[in-house]
Nanobody, 124 residues
Framework: QLQLVESGGGLVQPGGSLRLSCTVS?????????IGWFRQAPGQVRERLSC????????DYADSVKGRFTISRDKFKTTVYLQMNSLKPDDTATYYC????????????????WGVGTLVTVSS
């Protein structure tokens, strides 16, 4: 069974950077999964930030993070990263990664497997 574990969250000052990691296990076909990063702040709806689908050549970003966040994957470490720069207090949320088999329709929508999240707090 696919498992995803996020790490790298913490407290950072406005304008600072963090790199989140999503380590995937339970599969020999890591590169056939689309991986997305999401966040949810208290009282707000979950927001999709970015999706990386190497099978179909898709990388996308939400407007709220475009130019500040970068998604990447290390296929040998079965890990997907989210580099977050120029962080703002509005970026404070729990960040989740999720996965879906990329050979299914719309791999970046309707993620099937989820991690438990890592908290990012942007505050001075």
């Amino acid at each position: 069974q696919l498992q995803l574990v996020e790490s790298g969250g913490g407290l950072v000052q406005p304008g600072g950077s963090l790199r989140l990691s999503c380590t995937v296990s339970g599969t020999d076909n890591f590169n056939y999964y689309a991986i997305g990063w999401f966040r949810q702040a208290p009282g707000q709806v979950r927001e999709r930030l970015s999706c990386l689908d190497s099978v179909n050549g898709v990388t996308d970003y939400a407007d709220s993070v475009k130019g500040r966040f970068t998604i990447s994957r290390d296929k040998f470490k079965t890990t997907v990263y989210l580099q977050m720069n120029s962080l703002k207090p509005d970026d404070t949320a729990t960040y989740y990664c999720a996965a879906k088999w990329a050979l299914l329709p719309s791999p970046c929508d309707g993620m099937r497997e989820w991690g438990v999240g890592t908290l990012v707090t942007v505050s001075s």
